[in-house]
């Protein structure tokens, strides 16, 4: 056999183990449920207003619209399906810690034109058999921009909605996948 051969057969055998990558989730087959228990706001809204802006930003019930979209999210991949407290294999347990409006353009009139929203959480998610903490991230972020002016404007109610969106698919990713 000659050595271009072998490493054409080589080759063919990596390319056919493939590289690693699965699209099976990362967490433990006997897990297969997740009770996502009411986020609550700790948002200290002194220190919001003192560090960035004349008022603070709140959002009413913010904290119910994330627990709500966490759950929606769980339920679209099927990976953990929600569940009772009592019947849980999971638990995810959560803080909305910051809500941020930062701006990012300004135009000639030095009128902002597009900003970030950011949401912040504070996040574990525990084993309930066992109480055992799985995996525990503090300042976990999920973020959107909008355009305030222009032809491309819309509401901070629609880029907040997208934003915790975001921060769902970020918080349910990191709970079924192990990167």
């Known amino acids: 056999m000659t050595a271009r051969v072998r490493l054409l057969l080589a080759a063919s055998g990596l390319l056919a183990a493939g590289c690693g990558y699965t699209t099976r989730p990362g967490i433990a087959s006997h897990l297969r449920t997740v009770y996502v228990k009411p986020f609550v706001n700790k948002i200290d809204l002194t220190r919001q207003a ?6 603070p930003i709140y959002r009413h019930q913010m904290e119910v619209d994330l627990t709500n979209e966490v759950v929606r999210r769980y339920q679209f991949t099927g990976l953990l399906r929600p569940s009772s407290a009592e019947r849980a294999d999971t638990r995810l347990e959560g803080e909305l810690v910051d809500f941020r409006r930062d701006a990012l353009r300004y135009n000639a009139s030095q009128q902002v034109e597009e900003w970030r ?22 300042g976990f972020t999920g973020d959107t921009t909008y355009f305030a002016l222009g032809a491309n404007a819309e509401s901070e109610s629609a880029a907040l909605s997208r934003a915790l969106t975001d921060l769902a ?11």
């Open 117 to 138: 929203l950011n949401i912040v959480v504070d996040l574990r998610f525990i084993e309930q058999k066992t109480q055992a903490v799985l995996w525990e991230e503090t």
């Open 50 to 55: 003192s560090s960035r802006e004349r008022f």
């Open 169 to 179: 698919r970020r918080v349910v990713e990191r709970s079924v996948e192990d990167w």
